[in-house]
């Protein structure tokens, strides 16, 4: 079984700053993948980025990359340079490489200001 | 390639009322997800088919769930009795292989 939390149910940041949010997982999985959606108020949810548990290197995405710390089983998710369009809610998600099942976690909500 | 598609929408019954929601994932994903999501919470999984074996069900799915993917095309969730505790939106999402998701747009279901 898995599990996400996301302990920050609102963050906010101003345009163009950085702005870190939280994600902790447990899996008792030793294969498997991690992700970051959002989900604009529109709700068609996207992916944002994608972690493979055995890659070492964190994973960037131009202005998004994660700090991926396996022992500590933590995925946060950093955003660069913030615009109004990163504005929604941020999911985190586990999958095992096995079942591939994505679980989510709760979700933040990033509110960026002008 | 025009994405996951999902109809209707919209969707408001009465309580006591079957409803049948369709899904259209994208052409040659193998594996069709549905989940639910209240508001305020994260999506949560009820069914996985890969092609049209539908290889796990989640607890929430209960008896009045039913979902089916024929042919390992569309793939159809009704849910039958609705309640009002069912009302949330309900999304689909198709995957290629062993990799990322791709989400539909949902069905946001509204039981008064």
């Known amino acids: 079984a898995q599990t996400v939390t996301q302990s920050q149910p609102e963050m906010s940041v101003q345009e163009a700053e950085t702005v870190t949010l939280s994600c902790t997982y447990d899996?008792?999985?030793?294969?498997?993948?991690l992700f970051w959606y959002k989900q604009p108020p529109s709700r068609q949810m996207i992916l944002v980025i994608r972690q493979e548990a055995y890659k070492q290197q964190n994973a960037t995405e131009n202005r998004f990359s994660v700090n991926f710390q396996k022992a500590a089983k933590s995925f946060s998710l950093k955003i660069s340079d913030s615009q109004l369009g990163d504005a929604a809610m941020y999911f985190c998600a586990s999958g095992a490489r096995g079942s591939y099942i994505p679980t989510f976690g709760r979700g933040t909500s990033l509110i960026v200001h002008p | 390639d025009t994405g996951v598609s999902q109809d209707p929408r919209h969707k408001i019954t009465k309580r006591g009322q079957n409803v049948t929601f369709r899904c259209d994932p994208i052409?040659?994903?193998?594996?069709l997800y549905w989940y639910r999501q209240t508001l305020g919470q994260g999506p949560e999984f009820l069914t996985y088919?890969?092609?049209?074996?539908?290889?796990?069900k989640s607890r929430l799915l209960s008896d009045r769930f039913s979902a089916e993917r024929p042919k390992g095309s569309f793939s159809t969730l009704e849910i039958q009795r609705t309640e009002q505790g069912d009302s949330a939106m309900y999304l689909c999402?198709?995957?290629?292989?062993?990799?990322?998701?791709?989400f539909g747009p949902g069905t946001r279901l509204t039981v008064t």
């Open positions: 899996t008792s999985e030793s294969d498997y993948y």
């Open positions: 088919f890969q092609n049209e074996a539908q290889l796990e």
């Open positions: 052409s040659e994903h193998n594996r």
């Open positions: 999402a198709s995957s290629p292989a062993r990799d990322q998701v791709y």
